[in-house]
């Protein structure tokens, strides 16, 4: 868009946001866009014909908020990541465009309900677990805070799986979300781009004597975007998520076409389209595969072509302001050869000198850093990047001679230290480690949680840290509470805006106002009454779906995220057990309703049979008649986003139980205690900080701090005397192992037991006692019905710092340098 096109507005009278006007819309969309009638439309359809009428709307802001990002020549910020878990957008969409009156009322004069079509809408379920949900929230919370940001991320056409329970086992089953159109994308073929990969370097020597290089391949593949808008909430921002689809070259078969071979050359055109094809879905065991590595490239490459692209339309060669108007933000290290391929242009296209290179590199890229265990952490073969990118294997490793060279300076003779920090591990597979090139890469390196980003400095980034400690700074995660709250929670926010006005919405510290309601009769009456209303939409939608009964009576002890052995979902279904034998003992307990769900990775063998050891115990005592009112274990089916927004606001206990040092933040632990529910968790993650603010009285610790965990594995930890001192613990762990819960399989369950007397990585043992004694303070706080209330919602009072807003504000001000930009629609 030049300055001089005027943008051409369309007839506003199609695009009013009354009620009539969305009736208009919706029986044109029917009529041309389905060619359909009111008769023949299905649901889907109409779900469709409405998506398309609220689209219309983001139209004209989406183009007058790019327009006026290119005219102000702002900086801007670009978020790549593999993953945006965005679940569905219709609803959220309705919300930020502030028309969900109109559009609820057009729709009921039509004899339909929002409500309905919304569960039309299938999940853009293009993540994982946190990391992808957390790009999700940011997008949210840019376009909210008028940043003019971009994300960038692969339009995979299989997103995560969808999870199915057969004999207590979990079965995956391909999420072909996109075989229903998708109303929210638009293709821009216009601006496909050609992705190189495989080839060799040549190099030669000019007059001069100044050695250049070039990467020759004849290996191509198109990358096509798909853009997505997002909206603000209540204003004119629409900002960009745009997701590449990998298209064969046209010239791809070229030569089978000439030897005439037609249809090997179509056969063949498929390979490269494969690139896109799927979501890895492992979130903690990195996946060593070609096909993986070969997606991160193709990401990194498009989005900088991309990026560089519309920096030279304005600034042309004018580089040395490059990192002035573009800062890139890489998820994790998923997208850290981004750092190679913007020295590879700079070096072998821009004809660029190394260092004047590196500078430029240095002040573009911020790397958040999602994880401490050391086996998520990326590493590549050598070999494998010679192969696919032999430019910037030759490249890192320039960038590693002379970052190493400055280490020696630095510590002259701690040969130790330099092959300790090479971005290079030698051994018998040389690999590369992406964290390092990353860190060595970027001018910031962030943590997730206050907790986290300590712990990257002391243990596993110490020797960068020493090198250079200004890079290093965190930021606490934060999840949208326009989503998280305001959509899911619609009773609750009723609620908080009949009391305190709407502001929270947009200013979540403002939730603070809630405190003098805390123990107030009147309010917490309304509050527990909401809360019910949610547990008992829970119940409908779970007998419907699931054939799950649920009673209403009882504690809904909820933990719901990806299936890992250091989140310890088996230390929850050690104490369903304990509950059970208290139960068998004639023991009177709070009545529980123990709700666990979540996807394990395909290949995480030890996840899968805790969801099947889970399925056995669940369906022991649910069809135990002791068990009827008091007790009852579901493993909830295909969580996801779109069903963590009907679960979360139903649970009045959220588990966060994961071993100290483990979690780096958590953003399910804040979605849970801002829709009123108290915590029992152990000090980890974002949960020290949530502690923090909401106080101890109105939250439940249990277990082994870092430190503690740190000294017990240092003198040597032996689970099994945990075991043999603590009788309640033998029971439940002897019950497991006696096949009482796999009657066929007497042995079915050894190997889960085995590996906890053995070696037990995550503590489960040494945790038990104090975990079992937290959860009777929290049976017992909950027989106070009002003590609870008040706890519940002091919680939800002192969540405020949690929203991905405040999260995004201190990236902005604190990494990216970027300001907020009004968009006027004039
Ligand atoms: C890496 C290489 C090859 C294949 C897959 C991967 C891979 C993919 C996804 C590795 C890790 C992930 C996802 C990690 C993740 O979700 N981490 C979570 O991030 C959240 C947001 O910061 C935190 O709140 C969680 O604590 C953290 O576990």
Not at 67 to 79: F, G, L, P, Q
Not at 399 to 419: C, H, K
Not at 630 to 637: D, R
Request: with cysteine.
């Amino acid at each position: 868009m030049s300055k001089k096109t005027k943008t051409i507005l369309p007839n506003s009278d199609v695009l009013a946001n009354s009620i009539e006007a969305f009736k208009k819309s919706f029986t044109d969309h029917i009529h041309h866009s389905l060619a359909r009638d009111g008769r023949t439309a299905t649901e889907h359809e109409k779900f469709l014909a409405i998506a398309y009428s609220v689209r219309d709307r983001l139209i004209d802001r989406w183009i007058k908020t790019q327009e006026t990002y290119y005219d102000k020549d702002v900086k801007r910020v670009y978020y790549l990541s593999l993953e945006f878990l965005i679940g569905r957008t219709l609803g959220n969409s309705v919300l930020n465009l502030d028309v969900e009156g109109a559009v609820t009322e057009a729709l009921e004069e039509m004899g339909l309900t929002l409500e309905e079509l919304r569960e039309e809408e299938v999940d853009a379920g293009l993540g994982n677990g946190g990391l992808g949900r957390l790009a999700a929230c940011f997008l949210d919370s840019m376009a909210t805070l008028e940043l003019p940001a971009t994300g960038m991320g692969i339009r995979y056409e299989y997103g995560m799986f969808n999870q199915k329970i057969k004999d207590g086992q979990q079965e995956e089953h391909p999420d072909n979300w996109l075989r229903l159109p998708n109303p929210w994308e638009i293709a821009r073929p216009a601006n496909a781009l050609r992705i190189p990969f495989y080839g060799y370097v040549v190099s030669w020597q000019d007059e001069t004597g100044k050695l250049h290089n070039r990467w020759d391949t004849k290996d191509y593949v198109i990358a096509l975007p798909y853009d997505t808008p997002i909206p603000g909430y209540h204003n004119n921002t629409v900002n960009n998520l745009r997701l590449w689809s990998a298209r064969s070259a046209d010239d791809f078969g070229l030569a089978y076409f000439n030897n005439g071979d037609y249809i090997a050359a179509v056969h063949d055109m498929e390979i490269s389209e494969t690139i896109s094809k799927v979501l890895y879905p492992n979130d903690t065991s990195m996946n060593g595969k070609e096909l993986r590595l070969k997606q991160q490239y193709f990401l990194c490459s498009a989005s900088l072509q991309d990026i560089v692209n519309r920096f030279k339309k304005t600034h042309g060669n004018h580089w040395n302001v490059f990192p002035e108007k573009v800062v890139i933000q890489l998820n994790d290290t998923h997208p850290a050869i981004s750092i190679a391929e913007l020295m590879r242009i700079l070096l072998d296209q821009e004809d660029f000198e190394w260092d004047a290179a590196w500078d430029i590199v240095t002040k573009t890229f911020g790397y958040t850093n999602h994880t401490l265990m050391p086996e998520a952490l990326e590493k590549w073969p050598v070999s494998l990047f010679e192969h696919l990118l032999p430019r910037h294997l030759q490249i890192i490793y320039e960038i590693n001679a002379r970052f190493l060279r400055t280490v020696a300076m630095r510590w002259p003779g701690d040969v130790e230290r330099l092959s300790r920090m090479s971005i290079i591990e030698e051994g018998s597979e040389k690999m590369v480690r992406m964290a390092y090139l990353s860190i060595v890469g970027s001018f910031s390196v962030n943590g997730v949680a206050a907790l986290h980003s300590e712990l990257l400095k002391t243990e596993l980034f110490r020797d960068f840290f020493e090198l250079t400690p200004e890079k290093f700074n965190n930021k606490t995660n934060g999840v949208t509470p326009r989503r998280w709250v305001r959509k899911s929670n619609p009773l609750m926010s009723e609620l908080i805006s009949k009391n305190i006005g709407e502001s929270w919405v947009r200013n979540l510290d403002d939730l603070k106002k809630l405190e003098k309601f805390a123990a107030d009769k009147n309010f917490q009456k309304e509050f527990m009454e909401l809360k019910r209303e949610n547990k008992k939409r829970l119940a409908k939608y779970l007998q419907e779906t699931q054939s799950i009964e649920l009673n209403l009576d009882t504690i809904f002890d909820v933990q719901v995220k990806r299936i890992h052995e250091y989140k310890r979902q088996l230390l929850n279904v050690l104490h369903v057990i304990h509950l059970y034998l208290q139960i068998k003992d004639g023991k009177e307990i709070e009545p529980r309703t123990v709700l666990i769900g979540g996807k394990a990775a395909p290949g995480y063998w030890m996840a899968k049979q805790i969801i099947r050891l889970t399925n056995a115990v669940a369906s022991v005592v649910n069809s135990d008649p002791d068990c009827r009112g008091k007790l009852a274990l579901h493993f909830l089916e295909n969580y996801r986003v779109s069903f963590a927004e009907k679960i979360i606001p139903a649970a009045d206990l959220s588990e966060q139980i994961s071993t100290a040092g483990t979690e780096a933040s958590g953003t399910g632990n804040m979605k849970f205690a801002l829709n009123g529910a108290l915590t029992i968790g152990t000090l980890d993650g974002a949960n020290v900080e949530m502690l923090e603010e909401a106080g101890k009285d109105n939250f439940f610790i249990f277990g082994l701090s870092v430190e503690q965990v740190q000294d017990l594995l240092a003198k040597g930890y032996r689970p099994r005397d945990f075991y043999e001192k603590d009788g309640d613990l033998r029971r439940v762990i002897d019950l497991i192992a006696s096949g009482f819960f796999s009657p066929d399989r007497a042995d079915l369950f050894k190997p889960v037991t085995d590996k906890l007397l053995s070696s037990d990585p995550f503590l489960l043992l040494a945790d038990f006692r104090s975990y079992i004694e937290c959860q009777e303070r929290v049976a017992k706080a909950y027989t106070n019905k009002a003590a609870w209330a008040k706890m519940a919602i002091l919680n939800v009072a002192r969540m405020g710092k949690f929203s991905s807003d405040r999260t995004i504000h201190q990236y902005s001000e604190e990494i990216w340098n970027t300001k907020p930009c009004k968009i006027s629609l004039k």
